[in-house]
């Protein structure tokens, strides 16, 4: 008869190999975790040392920066917002804006930056704002938004002209005539502050075809929004022009704004920003966006009228635009 009893032992012995040989493994999957910092504690112990993470340390898959505001309005933040993620990208890793899929409203995309929908939006500062929301204080637009120029029908021309003209109560005059705004733009309380007469509506494309349709007299538009929307609108309202003759003016910053709770975010857009601005690469990209409609406005040549902007937070600077308007 065969005995089993050295095959079992055999088995036995077998068993118990490979029993060991994984608590082995597994120990020394333990040490390794101990011995080997995480991302987010080699960052911190860096920065506290006054290092930049390596190229090592940063994460593979880029940051992703939501954001609502898509039309041609907007096409120097977005791509400001761009340049400032390239700047911080050694830092803090690649970042890739990523638009919405909808369009919404302003309002709703507050609420959506409110709920973490989104992460940035771009826009003038008011009180309001920087209570509910947290501001990256630098002026994006330099200014610019602040200087409005009138989008008028072609029939008002010689009456803008007059108002220009006017040797006395030249001001008085121009609070005559009916602006047409969207009502929950910021700078709508300005112009209602200043007495000026508006209309309001919900929607800003409906504006362009009231203003064609003479429901009101003028919508004042950016510098830097003025042609770009006449040539957009031309071929359905041909009527529409831009008065030669008058702008406004008010202190209007815009800033970059993220969730009170996205400080990470707003620290990379700051950093961001002031690299661009030592480089000299901010101006730069401000002016291919907008020194041909700078030439354009002519300002000097125009009937200037200064509003008051009492939505501004106490202590907000004035936005240095020597460098640019001349």
Known sequence: ????????????????????????????????????????????????????????DLPMAPQVVKYYQQDSRFNYRIALLNLVLEKTAAKYGLAKLEPLAQVVSQSRGLVMLQDNQIDVVFLATTKQREQRFLPVKIPIMRGILGLRLLLIHRDNIERFAAVANSATNSFGQFKQLEAGFVF?????????????????????????????????????????????????????????????????????????FVNNNNG???????????????????????????????????????????????????????????????
Request: charged share 20%; proline share 6%.
């Open 184 to 256: 929950h733009w910021a700078d709508l309380a300005i112009l209602e502050s200043n007495h000026i007469p508006v209309q309001k509506q919900p929607n800003y494309e409906n504006l362009f075809a009231m203003l064609n349709a003479k429901r009101f007299d003028y919508f004042p538009r950016g510098v830097n929004e003025a042609w770009r929307e006449l040539a957009e609108h031309s071929k359905a309202f041909p009527d529409l022009v831009i008065d030669k003759h008058i702008a406004l003016q008010y202190e209007y910053p815009v800033y970059f």
């Open 1 to 56: 008869m065969v005995s089993r009893s050295k095959p079992l032992k055999l088995f036995a012995a077998i068993v118990f190999t490979i029993a060991s040989c994984q608590l082995l493994a597994k120990d020394a999957t333990a040490q390794g975790r101990e011995a080997t910092p995480t991302l987010e504690s080699t960052r911190v112990v860096k920065e506290s040392q006054g290092q930049t993470a390596s190229s090592s």
């Open 264 to 326: 990470a975010l707003a620290k990379r857009i700051e950093e961001g920003l002031h690299m661009a601005l030592a480089d000299g690469s901010f101006n730069r990209l401000f002016l291919k966006h907008h020194k041909a409609q700078i030439k354009q406005a002519q300002l000097p040549q125009r009937k200037l009228f200064y509003l008051d902007n009492p939505t501004l937070p106490a202590g907000t600077p004035a936005i240095d635009k020597s460098w640019w308007l001349q």
